[in-house]
């Protein structure tokens, strides 16, 4: 295995990711830590990025580091394009221009039906989980596009493939995140830059606690996937850091779904 690994690296066939500027949007927990553990494991200086965590990204940063990697942390509201622009300034000061950009940070928002819920938190849905990638995407095309390199992966979601009744703006944000890709992909071919995106299912971590941690939504959850488990943050991270790396060189435009068969419609299993 080791000598067949050694041939790998030999063939030029690795997840290095040495000296690339990765940031990580929403990296103090759930699947952004995980993808930030990844990248710094890989060898990229990670700006790991926080909205109200300070605490939890510091600690991170500290792990990565006493792990022999480099790291350092950055607030600001995805929302906000004076935050975005002041992050983005920030980490060229300190780590350099941004290499790898992972747009993650997200919210599902309030559980409303169409008509009962309030649009100022539709529109907060849409602020953080769609504009934001596009301010962040904004600022990272400007320090790719010259340099001829560099890759986005923005973290959709399964419900940018399937309904979920009472959160239509999380829906509607991850399907327009998919095309955002697309769109994108097609705009940065010629300079280099590839931009995917990660559909993950359903991931273990506090943004679906509720559904985890109560056994009778945690078994209805489960039969919604082919595979028999929920995913784990760490899923993700190997994606990411896969899709990050140059053996993804010839991908874009695409969404790599992770999500344990979520896709494959499970319950046709037992008859349609
Ligand atoms: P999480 O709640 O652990 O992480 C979300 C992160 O986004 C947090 O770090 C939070 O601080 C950050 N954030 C929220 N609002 C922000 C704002 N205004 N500005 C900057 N950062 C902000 O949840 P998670 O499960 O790790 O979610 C990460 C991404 O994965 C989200 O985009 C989510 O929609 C997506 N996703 C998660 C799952 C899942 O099952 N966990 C499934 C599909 C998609």
Not at 189 to 218: C, H, M, Q, Y
Not at 234 to 262: N, P, Q
Request: charged share 20%; with cysteine.
């Amino acid at each position: 295995m080791a000598e067949n690994g050694m041939n790998l690296r030999q063939a030029g066939i690795s997840l290095d990711l040495s000296g690339k500027v990765a940031l990580v949007t929403g990296s103090s927990s759930g699947l952004g830590m995980s993808i930030a553990r990844y990248f710094a494991k890989a060898g990229a200086k990670v700006a790991v990025h926080y909205h109200s965590e300070k605490d939890q990204a510091e600690q991170l940063v500290r792990e990565i580091i006493s792990n022999g990697g480099v790291a350092s942390a950055f607030g600001g509201d995805v929302s906000s394009l004076s935050d975005v622009e002041s992050i983005f300034r920030q980490i060229d000061q300190k780590l350099g221009p941004v290499d790898v950009l992972v747009n993650n940070a997200g919210i599902d928002g309030k559980r409303a039906l169409c008509g009962e819920d309030n649009p100022e938190d539709w529109q907060k849905v849409i602020a953080i989980n769609l504009v934001g990638p596009y301010y962040c995407s904004r600022e990272a095309v400007k320090r790719m596009k010259s340099r001829r390199s560099g890759v986005i992966i923005n973290i959709t979601s399964v419900h940018e493939f399937i309904p979920w009744a009472g959160y239509s703006a999380y829906g509607s944000a991850k399907a327009g995140l998919s095309m955002f890709t697309k769109t994108l992909a097609q705009e940065l071919a010629e300079f280099g830059v590839r931009v995917v995106a990660i559909a993950p299912g359903a991931i273990k971590t506090p943004i679906n606690r509720d559904v985890w941690s109560n056994p009778e939504s945690l078994k209805d959850l489960l039969d919604k996937i082919a595979m028999p488990r929920l995913g784990e943050p760490e899923d993700i991270g190997k994606a990411a850091v896969f899709l990050a790396s140059d053996l993804a060189s010839y991908i874009t435009g695409v969404t790599i779904s992770v999500d344990g068969g979520m896709l494959i419609y499970p319950a046709f299993k037992h008859g349609g």
